[in-house]
C-alpha cells in the first residue's frame, strides 16, 4: 500500500497532514494496514512489520489506538476533548455521553491535549475503542 | 546456590538480601515523552521516585502497581527491571543502524534499543514461540517502537544477515530473579544449566556469525552459573574477542576463569557479574564481544 493512499483516509477523516506519513513504509496484510520507519529490509520471512495503524474490514475504516497516540497529534477535526471524569470513564473503556457536534465515525479523543485513544461517536455518544489491556481498572 | 560460595563475594550478604524483595522500576519511553514532563507528571500525582545512578532514563518507583498507572497504559513508561537496562546500554545502538535482538520476547530490550535508534533504522526482533510473540507485539505498540519487525526463527537457525549489531538475552535459570519470586534458585541445578547451555551455545554462536566484522554481540543472562556464562562466552573467542565492561555508577565484579578445578581459555574476567547485594538490585551477567 503506497504512502499517500494512507495519508489520504486521515487526511480525509481527521484532517493529518500528508507530511506526518513521511518516512514511513506501510504494507497490507489482509485487511490490516502496518507503518514501519523506512529502511531496507533484509530479505527475511516476517510475522510483523511496525505497528498495526487500521483496520479497512468495516466501513468506515477504524484507526488502532496505538497509531492514534502518535498520529492523533496532527489531527485537526473529529476530535473530542474530555473532562477529568469523563476521561477516567473513557479509560475504563466505557461509552459516555459528549455535547459536541461531529461527522459520526471514529474519533481522536483527548485529555488536557493528549490522545487516549480511538472513539467511536454516533448520536451524542462516543464509545471507549480502547483495547482490553490498555484500560484502566475502576479500583486503582 | 551453595556450590556458588567461593565465586560470589561476601556470601552471607548474598544469601541474606535474597529475602528482600525489589524495588519497582521503569523505564522512560522517550519515544513518547520528553523525560522532564514525565517526571512533572509523577510529581503532580504525588508518586516518589528516584533516578538510577547509571542510566538517566530507568526510575525506582514508591508505588504498589506501577502497571496500572496511566503512565504506563499510554505507554510513557515501560515496567522494568533495573539491570534489564543494561544490555541495551551496553549494545549502544546508532539511530539508521540494522540491530538483531535475538531472544526478543517479551519487548523490553527491543523497544529500549528502538528508544535508543529515535525509531530511525531497524531492529530485528527474533522471537520463536508464537505464544511469546503476543506480548512483544503489544509492548512493541503500546511505546509506539516503529522501526521494530518481528521474525519466528529458531535463533539457532536465524538464516542470514549482516548486522550492525547483535543482543543474546539469552534464556537461563534466572536464579538472579530469586529476589521478584522466591524458589528460582532452589528450582535450578547444574544439569538444567547444562541442558540450557546447548541451546545458549548455539544462540552466540549464531548471533556472532550474523554480525558484520567489527559489529558488537551483547550476551546476557539474569543467572550466576558459570556453566550458562562464562563457559557459553568460551566457546566464541575464535570469532570475537571480549571488551571490559564498565558503567560509571554500577558496580560490577569480573567474570570468573576457573571452576570446576578447570581454567577457562581467554580472558574471561572482562564479562561482568552483578550481584544483589552489591548494587540491590537483581543478578545479571553481560558480556561484550566484538567480531573479528
Redesign the interface.
Known sequence: MNSSEVARLWKSRFGIPEKAFAG?RFFRKAQSVW???A??????????????IMNLKDRPWKP?T?AL??LGKHATKNLVHLNESQAMTF?EGKSLPVDTNLEPGYVVVLYRE?V?GCGLYSRGIVISQLPK?????SC? | MERYKDIIPNFEAFKAVLHRPLFNCCRINTLKIERARLLERLDEKGIGWRIFDWYPFGLKLDVQSPGKLLENLLGYIHIQEELSMLPPLLLDPQPGEVVLDLCASPGSKTTQISQMMNNQGLVIANEPSLARVSPLRSNCERLGALNVAITRYDGRNFPRGSFDRVLVDAPCTSEGRERRGRGTIARSNRKRSLDLQKLQIGLLKNATRLAKPKGVVIYSTCTYAPEENELVVEKVLDDARLERISISGLKDCPGITEWSGETMKGDLSKCARYYPHINDTGGFFVAKLIKN
Do not use: F, H, K, V
Open positions: 514511513y507503518m514501519i520507519s529502511s531496507d529490509l533484509p530479505n527475511l520471512s516476517y510475522e510483523a512489520l511496525g505497528m498495526r488502532t496505538c497516540q502518535i479509560l493528549e487516549l489491556e490498555r484500560r484502566m481498572t486503582s
